[in-house]
Nanobody, 123 residues
């Protein structure tokens, strides 16, 4: 079991940037797959970005080129840098972790979840 705590959410105007952090109770290198998901009131929870040590980072098409997922292997923190934010990026953002690699992992496959941090983007 890995405890995850997200931070860094807030309100931003369209075109701005935010960096979210996810602090894990284990060092990041010991976790198989880490990911960011998001959920708005109108939509199901969707995967935004995934990272493990087997393959390179993977992104949802809606955020590709704007968001970057990375983790600090010397600590226990996962990040997502979000640039050129759009109003449709407004959502609760969740950090997720699982001992397995990311390949084939979907929303229902992750074992551990944080409580989420809210991101609101105004036009």
């Amino acid at each position: 079991q890995v405890d995850l705590v997200e931070s860094g959410g807030g309100t931003m105007q369209a075109g701005g940037s935010l960096r979210l952090s996810c602090t894990a109770s284990l060092y990041a290198y010991r976790i198989g797959c880490m990911a960011w998901f998001r959920q708005s009131p109108e939509n199901e929870r969707e995967g935004v970005a995934f990272i493990d040590d087997r393959a390179g980072p993977k992104y949802a098409d809606l955020v590709k080129g704007r968001f970057t997922i990375f983790k600090d292997l010397s600590t226990n923190i996962l990040y997502i840098q979000m640039n050129n934010l759009k109003p449709e990026d407004t959502a609760m953002y969740y950090c997720a972790a699982d001992p397995r690699i990311c390949y084939g992992m979907g929303r229902t496959d992750f074992r551990d979840w944080g409580q989420g941090t809210q991101v609101a983007v105004s036009s």
